[in-house]
């Protein structure tokens, strides 16, 4: 059986064994059972006898393995039988067989959860978290979480001040596992004032000194959403951050993989609360034989605790790690340099001299890196460093990676009246356009336009080149559309045209890699969890409906609010104070689409056939042809419609659901099948497909037809990364063998938690199919309409 063999014809012979005195033997057909039950569920009642009589017997080791084993059988026929003995052993007088016994109701209630609560199993639960045993409340508390995650509504753990207090006297003498059981659910309880969140935190902190890093930070985890509540002027504040960096800082003498989640923990941490951590920069400096994981997140937090009191120390290990032979953390000790530059304005100019410095070195990556970030210093600190252009120019021969020269065309097109030969440099650039990435394509374009407009009369060639080259010989529409709004803004008003490509950039953003403060207030109920190590909320990335539940810090008291800086809102702030995170519909729509969403004109409404838009031909009926209304007339109110069983979609307010209370469509549009994969290029496979979304589930319909003389079999399917991270849900199944001239239609469910890498364009989907003949590959471009939520609500103010 552990070695992979299939012995579930021995099954009557090994039930017969189960009457035996010898533990170790009984052990071993208890391990049978419980991996060849499911297949034998007839065969499995024989046994029910024999775990009835086991549950009473005088050896409590032996009842607890009869009740752990009733448990882990996952057939509906022998759950029935379990109840009686499950009761007895719940209320046994051995502790360990009452904190087995309240595992194996979770188990129970995940086959059954109908038959727990009508025998009062839950109850029975509730009762456990007062046991006198220390290890059966750890274990009562598991259980009762572990239901409430799978039915949030049902207010299971009704956590209050006196079962708080019975946990955390059953903290102090639990196992490991016990204490992390303890802990979680303790972060699921909302002290109710200031005073009381102090009073479990000061129970809590003894737990950081712990030698298991799993109750570390569990204990941080309690302590971080606690603190919350606390005022910042309490001593004890200030006592609490000084208690959680040793801990923190310990985690990182462990082995690599311990080092590289702790790491992950503490980027979060240091986002929502740096100061806990400001003096303690020196741990995060790499070591030579940190694996290159472990380096790159130190590098990380080391930019998040730059200040200016620790900026030099930073920048000396920094340019020192610039010299590495490894060449990703070379690239992003570079860009960390640029970081630090844009992050700490005192430290901007010995940024900028460490860069150049580095660019004297000639090593060809380290110089491509150095000017995409000079390229964004630039933007933090307009014409303040603009002396280093020159030595920049005198590197642009050994450019080879997309990024860096774009951002090299930026700085010539941005700083061309600075630089005597811009439309030479320009112009050796133009010369392989075609070969050229999207991404230098657009900015050559954007920057020779640019040229143009502050040095007319020597470039006008120049200038219709890369228009002529943009518009007609190119075949990315971005680039092309791109092209025609430059020339006609060229040709029609000249002056409008310099006021919009040379207008006022804005400041770049200190920090554009932070994570948005809702999600890390989530992410921070989360440490200590997968959750934290992929800095993704669980709904991200568990399917189905268990660990999904939203989480979020409790809400601050009224002396805290005082003290909060003016970037994160408190939550009880009144809606105006809050910033904009979604700009108002009338900046997204009225600007876009130039569409008058005010009241409706009195009058009777325009037919669709009748309406004068650019876009309508090309839509072919309409805008409101895509929507799947009628007329188009914007709503006088945002009250509910009478009728909800009429049809949705009638004009632009039902697309953005600002009218009903209904958040699904009745059916988005589906594209019809197109050949994907033609039979000539497949060897007689020919694939034709489309995409489509049902109530939150993406598709891929696909249809195969052998054209071939020979029959086809196994078949797997398999994507490349891509823009939204679109991967199979289920392996491509083909039930029978495709005959020749036999089309078989296949719907394959898709889901967006695969790898994920930008596209060009970004709707790409690199696709390999495999058979019994040979691996084909193709390529095809998703509507991007599939990844949008149906209940997604647009506020109508």
Same mark, same amino acid.
Request: include cysteine; glycine fraction near 4%; charged fraction near 20%.
């Given at each position: 059986m552990t070695v992979g063999k299939d012995v579930s014809a021995l099954f009557p012979d090994v039930v017969n064994c189960m009457q035996t005195d010898n533990l170790e033997l009984k052990k071993l057909v208890y391990l049978y059972l419980?991996?060849?039950?499911?297949?034998?569920?007839?065969?499995?009642?024989?046994?029910?006898?024999?775990?009835?009589?086991?549950c009473e017997d005088p050896n409590p080791l032996i009842r607890a393995l009869a009740v752990r084993t009733m448990g882990c059988i996952r057939v509906d026929k022998i759950t029935e039988y379990l109840c009686e003995p499950l009761r007895k052993?719940?209320?046994?007088?051995?502790?360990?067989?009452?904190?087995? !016994?309240?595992?194996?109701?979770?188990?129970?209630?995940?086959?059954?959860?109908?038959?727990? @609560?009508?025998?009062?199993?839950?109850?029975?639960?509730?009762?456990?978290?007062?046991d006198s045993n220390p290890m059966v409340v !750890?274990?009562?508390?598991?259980?009762?979480?572990?239901?409430?995650?799978?039915?949030?509504?049902?207010?299971?753990?009704?956590?209050?001040?006196?079962?708080?207090?019975?946990?955390?006297? !059953?903290?102090?003498?639990?196992?490991?596992?016990?204490? *992390?059981?303890?802990?979680?659910?303790?972060?699921?309880?909302?002290?109710?004032?200031?005073?009381?969140?102090?009073?479990?935190?000061?129970?809590?902190?003894?737990?950081?000194? /712990?030698a298991n890093s799993a109750v570390v930070l569990s204990a941080v985890k309690v302590l971080m959403k606690f603190m919350e509540m606390l005022s910042k002027d309490l001593d004890y504040y200030g006592t609490l951050l000084k208690k959680l960096a040793p801990p923190l800082v310990t985690l990182l003498s462990a082995e690599p993989e311990l080092q590289y989640v702790a790491l992950r923990n503490i980027n979060l941490i240091v986002q929502k609360r740096p100061e806990i951590l400001k003096h303690e920069m020196k741990v995060f400096f790499v070591k030579y034989n940190d694996p290159i994981y472990v380096k790159l997140e130190k590098l990380d937090i080391m930019i998040r605790l730059a200040s200016q009191a620790n900026i030099a120390q930073v920048l000396a290990e920094l340019k020192e790690y610039a010299t590495e032979v490894d060449v990703d953390f070379v690239r992003k000790a570079v860009r960390a340099i640029g970081r630090c530059a844009i992050k700490v304005e005192q430290s901007a100019e010995r940024c900028v001299s460490t860069l150049l410095d580095l660019i004297q070195t000639k090593v060809n990556y380290v110089v491509q890196e150095a000017i995409v970030v000079i390229k964004d210093i630039f933007r933090k600190y307009p014409n303040k460093y603009e002396s280093v252009i020159a030595t920049l120019c005198e590197n642009l021969d050994s450019l080879d990676e997309p990024e860096a020269r774009a951002a090299m065309i930026w700085i010539v097109g941005e700083?061309?009246?600075?630089?005597?030969?811009?439309?030479?440099?320009?112009?050796?650039?133009? @010369?392989?356009? /075609?070969? @050229?990435?999207?991404?230098?394509?657009l900015q050559l374009l954007t920057a020779i336009v640019k040229l143009f407009l502050k040095k007319p009369t020597e470039t006008q060639e120049l200038v219709q080149q890369v228009l002529s080259l943009a518009t007609q010989d190119s075949d990315n529409p971005d680039l092309r559309d791109r092209g025609y709004i430059y020339w006609r803004l060229l040709s029609t008003d000249p002056v409008a045209a310099k006021e919009v490509v040379l207008a006022e950039k804005p400041l770049i953003s200190e920090e554009t890699d932070l994570i948005e403060p809702t999600l890390l207030d989530e992410l921070i109920c989360y440490i200590g969890t997968l959750a934290s190590v992929y800095h993704k909320p669980p709904s991200a990335f568990v399917e189905g409906g268990r660990g999904v539940v939203h989480k979020s810090l409790p809400p601050r008291t009224a002396s805290n609010e005082s003290t909060e800086s003016p970037e994160t809102a408190?939550?009880?702030?009144?809606?105006?104070?809050?910033?904009?995170?979604?700009?108002a519909q009338g900046d997204l729509l009225g600007d876009l689409l130039n569409l008058d969403l005010g009241p409706p004109v009195s009058g009777p409404p325009l037919a669709t056939s009748s309406v004068q838009m650019g876009a309508v031909d090309?839509?072919?009926?309409?805008l409101d042809s895509l929507i799947g209304g009628t007329n188009f007339v914007a709503p006088t109110t945002a009250a509910a419609p009478a009728n909800l069983g009429a049809p949705i979609g009638s004009g632009l307010s039902d697309l953005f659901d600002l009218t009903s209370g209904v958040g699904t469509l009745s059916g988005s549009y589906v594209a019809p099948k197109a050949v994907w994969l033609p039979a000539m290029k497949a060897k007689g496979l020919e694939i034709s497909g489309t995409f489509t979304r049902q109530v939150a589930s993406i598709s891929m319909d696909l249809q195969l037809t052998n054209k071939a003389l020979q029959v086809m079999t196994d078949f797997a *399917?398999?994507?490349?990364?891509?823009?939204?991270?679109?991967?199979?849900?289920?392996?491509?199944?083909v039930h029978a063998p495709l005959s020749p001239n036999q089309t078989v239609e296949i719907s394959l469910p898709l889901s967006t938690v695969g790898s994920v890498m930008k596209m060009e364009p970004l709707n790409n989907l690199q696709v390999a199919v495999k058979n019994n003949i040979d691996v084909f590959y193709f390529r095809t471009l998703y509507p991007l309409h599939i990844l949008f939520v149906e209940d997604g609500k647009m506020g109508e103010s």
């Open positions: 419980m991996n060849y039950a499911k297949s034998q569920p007839d065969m499995a009642i024989m046994a029910v006898n024999t775990f009835v009589k086991d052993c719940l209320k046994d007088e051995d502790p360990y067989v009452r904190k087995t !016994a309240a595992v194996c109701v979770a188990k129970l209630h995940d086959i059954n959860a109908q038959l727990v @609560e009508d025998q009062g199993f839950l109850d029975t639960l509730k009762d456990l978290i007062s !750890a274990n009562a508390a598991a259980a009762l979480s572990e239901i409430a995650e799978s039915h949030p509504s049902s207010n299971l753990l009704d956590l209050n001040p006196q079962s708080i207090n019975k946990l955390l006297t !059953a903290l102090n003498e639990c196992t490991e596992w016990g204490q *992390i059981f303890i802990l979680d659910c303790l972060a699921n309880y909302t002290p109710k004032d200031d005073r009381e969140a102090q009073s479990i935190c000061e129970r809590v902190t003894p737990r950081l000194s /712990h700083y061309a009246e600075r630089i005597d030969n811009a439309d030479e440099l320009l112009e050796s650039f133009l @010369e392989g356009f /075609h070969d @050229e990435s999207t991404q230098v394509q408190p939550a009880g702030a009144p809606p105006g104070e809050q910033p904009d995170v979604i700009p090309l839509l072919g009926g309409g *399917i398999q994507f490349n990364r891509n823009s939204f991270g679109l991967a199979p849900a289920a392996p491509l199944q």
